[in-house]
C-alpha cells in the first residue's frame, strides 16, 4: 500500500501537535530518543520522579 507510511507519520506529527509541549517534550524523549527519567529531569530541571510520574502515552 503506496502512502501507507506517509499517511502513518501525518497522523502521528497531528498527535504530536495536540500534545502540550512538556507532554510532547517527554514523548519524545522517552520514547523515541531513549532517554530516562534522570537525565530527564536533569535536562528539563526537574526532579526524575517528577518525570517518572507524567503520563507519556499518546
Given at each position: 500500500?503506496?502512502?501507507?507510511?506517509?499517511?502513518?507519520?501525518?497522523?502521528?506529527?497531528?498527535?504530536?501537535?495536540?500534545?502540550?509541549?512538556?507532554?510532547?517534550?517527554l514523548?519524545?524523549?522517552?520514547?523515541?530518543?531513549?532517554?530516562?527519567?534522570?537525565?530527564?529531569?536533569?535536562?528539563?530541571?526537574?526532579?526524575?520522579?517528577?518525570?517518572?510520574?507524567?503520563?507519556?502515552?499518546?
Amino acid at each position: 500500500m503506496a502512502g501507507t507510511r506517509q499517511e502513518e507519520r501525518q497522523m502521528l506529527h497531528a498527535a504530536l501537535e495536540r500534545l502540550d509541549e512538556q507532554s510532547r517534550t517527554l514523548l519524545v524523549l522517552r520514547h523515541y530518543s531513549g532517554v530516562d527519567s534522570g537525565e530527564m529531569g536533569r535536562m528539563l530541571g526537574m526532579p526524575d520522579s517528577t518525570v517518572r510520574s507524567q503520563p507519556v502515552s499518546a
